[in-house]
Each structure stands twice: as structure tokens, then as C-alpha cells.
């Protein structure tokens, strides 16, 4: 198949404009909680920018459009001449959303999206409508070019001593068809300190034989001596195949001239109509970059195309508009440099993984054969196979690490559906964060998209009371929901909690009984009751709308999360709110377990779930009921539970003096004792799932592979425990049978 680099160069502009929502989104936010700070709003402008320079240059006009017209919005409010109110908040959150849609339309070929049109004119109207409209293009009738040189004034120090290095900045036509401007290369060129710049004006034609669509202009620089030229090519990193630039040492002659006003207050060049000589008499003295409309190519596309495999990684194509002046925002000298990035399909990693859980259960083969074989732990293969062992750790750790990605692309998801949910039901909504920078196994957080959905959906309409319910009940009009991530006990923890009235436990029962999901004479304690929303078919909703009411939601969460190895658990206190916790593995490839033996059955606990092993004695066992034990621990009582009564293998022990019990801690910070039978080792195993083939079996995790081929279940400690009788005591007729 043949090879097509302009597919690549569109792929990575998507890849881009993902970022520059992100940081949008980000900035944004940071905005409605009150910071108003010129860098704030420049990065909110420079995105939007960013993302219309790149969409001008696939043709995608319906972007480029609407874009131009928020950005239009955006450069007002970047002068000052707009005044941000929570209302205009909500229309920039809108307007985002929206920028969103049409970047996914452009790359998938949909059709656009609908609403676009009336959050525009709203925006609009905020500065006078019809504001974001591209200005008039004024004729110049009085432009003699020929043979003049004027100083350009960029608020530096013209009158600086000319000793330092000198630039001859000439730009080439792909700068301007890439979507860049040389206003702000100079801008930027001007940010690192005194300099005196002049625009050459000797070779220009005259005004009959300008072509509008290639570069006129060049710029002679003449920078202090405290500027180095490395500071100087930072400027160009991104541009330099799109201009000619020339640097040398000493002083440059400064010719005669006259002085521009300063350009700090002129409106960013990029929405200044495009020249149409056919329909202009007179093109414009200043020599304006075509905008984006005009089809612009990006920066990446501006150089020669490389092959596939020396193509620009997403990460360059990213900084490319901000190093060159896409934003407006400031010079390349000031910003990080971006690392370099390499994208790569996401079936190599996933294959990449799978090699890497074959290799750890090939050393775990190795390592059993060197034991049987009884090698002495000086020899020469003992030492090779530790050094394995640790080399083995350090790969799957690495491969880990790509998989791993913080959750705040999947939280601000959310905070898009909180926006759109709440205002359909009418209510005064704020999504709260936390963790955002919390890392997950990226099929996790794919896979947690849809049951996040139902949940924020279902905390904004049944969670939370209308303004006038909150009013009166004492509580502010803007009900809010806090969305957060963390890890505890070696799992991810993501929890959706609002400060609602909580749940009508009374009324979840009657629903039930009424549905006939439950007898009529079920006695069920709060959590009881708390769990009957997961049951297939049960809402509590009194109407059908667009967000719920049809019965379909919670029990396809819990599905969602237990196909993923998780759990979820509900609390509730009448009045001020409910809490969702969703307890997920942090990978679905390698874990470190400890491998133990009970009732003849090998089994995996994972390790970031004990917190010690002991030695029970008469003395730490305690009765509590008639068939159920405590064991008393550094001061407190923990629940005792006995793995092989739980799992079905055998009935329980009659006497557990001598018994080894692992000592592990619940989500809720609570702790718990299993009693095995014995510890064989420590040792990293390779997860296979079981869903697929047997869905969901409580308190067990997953299968693993051991050294010996032997296949070994992977318990889940918590869900084991939440599930358990905790019989530790048999009765005497099941002695007696």
C-alpha cells in the first residue's frame, strides 16, 4: 500500500489539537475559579489560535470558521475590553465544547455539529454583535515603497548600543502559508531585550507588481550584547526551513527612517481578511500573513516531508504554533523545550505487554527448574538468575509505565456531561476534581467512560435537589460534585460524591417490593437497600427523560466495572449527599502476589493487599457469635476468615492455634485476617483474565500462570470479604456428618 505523508501530517494535527483542547479546557477552568490573569487568557486564546492555523491548512473551512469567530470573542477579552461573568463563563465552557465537536467531526468526516450557530451569536453579542466578523480590509492609496527603510518599534530599546549579534531575517512564503506570522517571531525576538529592528523595505516593487501571496519583506536586528545567538535561533526552532535567517557579530549601520507606531496594541494579524487581487485594487502596505481560511499549511507541514520513520514526533508538531507565534503569547526563549515523543499504535504496546508477562512467567519456569535442581546459591546460574530476575522487574516496570496515563482527559469528559446534564434538568451544577494526575492502565480508563457517564448523569438528576429544594433546605443554589482519584492498597480508587439529599431508602424499597425484586417482608439493612439500585430493570425515576427513567443504568455500571476486575459500593446519609467508590486494579497485566497453599489449592494474594503475616495462638483468638472468631491485634480486633471454609474447599477448622494468617487492608481502611495454610513465596505473576469466559466470581480476581505450569487463581481480598459468611466455627452436625 502506498505510502501517504500528508495522512501522517493530518493524523498529528488531531493528535495536537487533543493537547490544545486539554490545555483549553484546563485554562478555562482555571478561569471560573477565578483567575483572571493575562497568561491564563492568553493560553485559552493561543489554543483556539493554535487549532484554527493547523485546520486552515487541510481546508476544514467549517473549524477554521468557527474558530476564527471565538477567537474573535477571545482577542477582546484578552485586551481588556471584556469584562468575564459566570455567564460568559458558561458560554467559553459551551464555545470549548463545541471546538471540541468540530475537531472530532473534521478527523472522523461527520457531519457538523448542531448548536454551534447560537452559542456564536451569543458570544457575539457579549462585544456588540457581529463583532467577530473579519473587518473591513482598508485600501492604502498612498504608499511610495521604493528604496525605503523604517525603523519598527516593538517597545524595546531602539537606542541601544549596536554591539551585539545581528540578524537578517528574511521569511520565505511557506511561513506565511504555514499559519505563522512574523509579527510574532519579532514580538518575540523583541521579549529578549534591547534591540533595534528595522523592516528593509529597498527590494520591494512597486505597488502594480506586489504578489500578495509571497513574502516582500525582510528585517535587518541589531541585539544588546547580553543576548546570545543560541537565544536567538530558539526563536526560529520551529520555522527555520519556512525563513532565510543570517546572524553575525558586531555592529550593523542603521540607515535613516521613520518609526512605526508601536504594534503592542494592534489587533493579532490572523484576523485580517485575506488578499484577493482580483477583487483589491491596492494590496495592504504591511504585508499581512494569509489567515487561516486560506487554506495555511502547519509548521509541520512546512518543511520538506520526511518518511514515516523520521517524521516529527506529535510532541514537536504540538509546540510548533506557540514557538512560532501562533498565540500571541511570547518567545520560544521563554518556554520548556518539549520532549521528544515517539506516537505508537496502541496493539504494539498491548503485544509488547503480552511478551513481556511470557518472559516473567518463563523466569518463573527458570527459576523453579535451577531450585529443583539444587544448584548452591553462589553458583554462577544463582547469580545469573537473580540478575534476570531484577532485569525481568525493571522491563515489565517500563512497559507499565506506557501504558500508565493520568485520568484528567477522562475527568474533564466529565466535566463536559455535568455541563450539558445539568443544564437539561435546569439545575446550578459544579463538577469538583481531585487527583487528576492519578495514573491508570490506559484500558482502564477507556473502558471507564461510558459507567462514569451514568453516574454523573445520575448524581445531577436524582443526586442532586433543584436550587429552590436547596434554598430551602438551608444549602447554596449550585449543588456540587466531586470527582476524584487515588491510589490506596495497590488499587485505584475513583469515587463521584455530590452533596445531595442523599437516598430515599424508604422509597428504594417500595420500588422494589413493587417491582417484585424483593419480598415484601425482606428485612435489609441500609447497605442492603443501597444495593438494590444495581439491580437490572430498578429506577427510581417518575418520568422518562433524556437522561434517565428507562431502568438502564446501574446494574450496566457494576457489569462495566467487575468486567474490569473492580467493585463498586455505595454511602448514603439522608440529606447531605451520596458517594460511589470504584475500586480498580492499577494494571491488567503483571502484580506482585504471594503465592500460598490452602486446603491443597495454590492461590495468589496480591501483595500491595497485606499488611503482615503472623502466627495465630490461643491467645489472640477470641469467639464472637456461634460461629465466628476475632483475633485480638496490636490493640484492636480484626475479623477472622478462614480461605478454604470461604472458597468451598473445606469446612472449617475446628482449632486455628498454629495457624498463619495474612493480615490485609479493605478500601475503607479497615483490616481483615485470612488464615491459610501455608506461605510458599513471593513472586510477580501474569494476570489472565476470567471474565470473558466466566464472568464475574466474587472474590476472585483472576487466574495466573506459576512456574510449573500449574494454573492458580488470583484472589480480590475485598470483594472476598464482602461476600463472605465468615464462618470460622463448624457447627456440630456438620462435625458430626
Not at 518556554?335 to 505487554?353: K, N, S, Y
Not at 467487575?562 to 480498580?584: C, D, N, P, Y
Request: proline share 6%; with cysteine.
Amino acid at each position: 500500500m502506498a505510502h501517504d505523508p500528508m495522512a501522517e501530517i493530518r493524523a498529528s494535527f488531531f493528535v495536537e489539537c487533543e493537547e490544545l483542547l486539554e490545555s483549553l479546557q484546563d485554562a478555562l477552568s482555571a478561569m471560573d475559579e477565578g483567575e483572571h490573569d493575562n497568561e491564563t487568557i492568553n493560553v485559552v486564546f493561543r489554543a483556539v489560535h493554535s487549532i484554527k492555523g493547523g485546520a486552515g491548512a487541510f481546508k476544514l473551512t467549517a473549524l477554521v470558521a468557527f474558530a476564527h469567530r471565538y477567537e474573535t470573542v477571545l482577542d477582546e477579552l484578552r485586551a481588556g475590553r471584556l469584562e468575564i461573568t459566570p455567564e460568559g463563563m458558561k458560554l467559553f465552557f459551551q464555545a470549548a465544547d463545541l471546538l471540541q465537536d468540530h475537531v472530532r467531526a473534521a478527523r472522523d468526516g461527520d457531519a457538523e455539529p448542531a448548536g454551534a450557530e447560537e452559542v456564536l451569536l451569543a458570544l457575539e453579542a457579549m462585544i456588540g454583535g457581529g463583532a467577530g466578523l473579519p473587518p473591513e480590509e482598508e485600501e492604502v492609496t498612498d504608499f511610495t515603497p521604493m528604496g525605503l527603510c523604517f525603523d519598527l518599534d516593538l517597545g524595546g530599546d531602539t537606542d541601544a548600543e549596536a554591539s551585539g549579534f545581528t540578524l537578517t531575517f528574511t521569511p520565505k512564503s511557506e511561513l506565511y502559508a504555514s499559519g505563522n506570522e512574523t509579527f510574532h517571531l519579532l514580538r518575540a525576538l523583541n521579549a529578549l531585550g534591547a534591540v533595534d529592528t528595522r523592516c528593509n523595505l529597498g527590494d520591494l516593487p512597486g505597488v502594480e507588481a506586489i504578489e500578495p501571496e509571497k513574502a516582500q519583506l525582510s528585517w535587518t536586528l541589531t541585539f544588546a550584547p547580553a543576548v546570545t545567538e543560541n537565544d536567538i535561533r530558539e526563536i526560529f526552532d520551529f520555522v527555520e526551513d519556512c525563513c532565510e535567517i543570517e546572524i553575525t557579530g558586531g555592529a550593523a549601520p542603521a540607515p535613516s527612517g521613520f518609526a512605526l507606531p508601536d504594534l503592542g496594541d494592534l489587533p493579532d494579524l490572523s484576523s485580517l481578511p485575506a488578499t484577493k487581487p482580483e477583487e483589491d485594487d491596492v494590496p495592504m502596505m504591511v504585508e499581512a500573513p494569509q489567515p487561516s481560511v486560506a487554506a495555511p499549511a502547519p509548521v509541520a507541514a512546512a518543511a520538506p516531508v520526511a518518511a514515516p520513520e523520521t517524521a516529527a514526533p506529535a510532541a514537536a508538531v504540538v509546540a510548533a504554533p506557540a514557538a512560532a507565534g501562533g498565540g500571541g503569547g511570547g518567545g520560544g526563549n521563554h518556554a520548556e523545550p518539549a520532549q521528544a515523543t515517539v506516537r505508537v499504535d496502541l496493539d504494539r504496546i498491548d503485544r509488547l505487554v503480552n511478551l513481556v508477562g511470557e518472559l516473567v512467567i518463563n523466569q518463573a519456569m527458570l527459576a523453579q527448574s535451577v531450585a529443583e535442581a539444587g544448584l548452591p546459591p553462589n553458583s554462577a546460574v544463582m547469580s545469573g538468575l537473580e540478575a534476570f530476575m531484577m532485569l525481568t522487574r525493571d522491563i515489565q516496570d517500563s512497559v507499565m509505565m506506557i501504558r500508565a496515563q493520568p485520568v484528567k482527559p477522562l475527568f474533564q469528559r466529565m466535566a463536559r456531561i455535568v455541563r450539558e446534564a445539568s443544564a437539561i434538568v435546569g439545575k446550578e451544577v459544579r463538577l469538583k476534581t481531585e487527583g487528576e494526575g492519578t495514573e491508570v492502565d490506559k484500558t482502564v480508563i477507556e473502558r471507564l467512560a461510558d459507567p462514569l457517564t451514568h453516574m454523573i448523569r445520575n448524581a445531577v438528576d436524582h443526586g442532586l435537589e433543584t436550587p429552590e429544594t436547596r434554598e430551602a433546605a438551608g444549602k447554596p443554589r449550585e449543588g456540587v460534585i466531586t470527582l476524584s482519584a487515588q491510589h490506596r492498597s495497590g488499587r485505584v480508587v475513583i469515587e463521584i460524591e455530590d452533596d445531595g439529599a442523599g437516598i430515599n431508602r424508604p422509597r428504594v424499597k417500595e420500588i422494589a417490593i413493587s417491582k417484585g425484586l424483593i419480598p415484601a417482608d425482606a428485612q435489609l439493612s441500609d447497605t442492603d437497600i443501597d444495593n438494590l439500585l444495581f439491580l437490572p430493570g430498578f429506577s427510581t425515576a417518575s418520568t422518562i427523560s433524556s437522561l434517565s427513567g428507562r431502568g438502564v443504568g446501574m446494574d450496566v455500571v457494576r457489569s462495566a466495572i467487575q468486567s474490569l476486575g473492580g467493585r463498586i459500593t455505595i454511602t448514603s446519609e439522608a440529606g447531605k449527599g451520596t458517594k460511589f467508590s470504584i475500586s480498580l486494579p492499577l494494571t491488567l497485566a503483571v502484580l506482585d502476589g504471594m503465592v500460598v497453599h490452602v486446603a491443597g489449592e495454590t492461590l495468589v494474594v496480591p501483595l500491595s493487599a497485606i499488611l503482615e503475616t503472623a502466627t495465630l495462638t490461643d491467645a489472640d483468638i477470641r469467639s464472637l457469635g456461634p460461629q465466628t472468631n476475632v483475633i485480638h491485634v496490636r490493640g484492636a480486633f480484626v475479623p477472622l476468615y478462614d480461605l478454604g471454609a470461604e472458597l468451598g474447599y473445606r469446612q472449617p477448622k475446628g482449632n486455628y492455634n498454629g495457624g498463619i494468617v495474612l493480615l490485609t487492608a479493605q478500601e475503607d481502611g479497615s483490616r481483615t485476617a485470612l488464615v491459610v495454610d501455608s506461605i510458599l513465596e513471593q513472586r510477580q505473576v501474569v494476570i489472565k483474565g476470567l471474565q470473558q469466559s466466566y464472568g464475574h466470581i466474587p472474590g476472585i480476581a483472576a487466574a495466573t500462570i506459576l512456574g510449573d505450569g500449574q494454573i492458580a487463581l488470583i484472589l480480590d481480598p475485598a470483594d472476598l470479604v464482602q461476600n463472605a459468611t465468615g464462618r470460622t466455627r463448624a457447627p456440630e452436625f456438620a462435625l458430626a456428618g
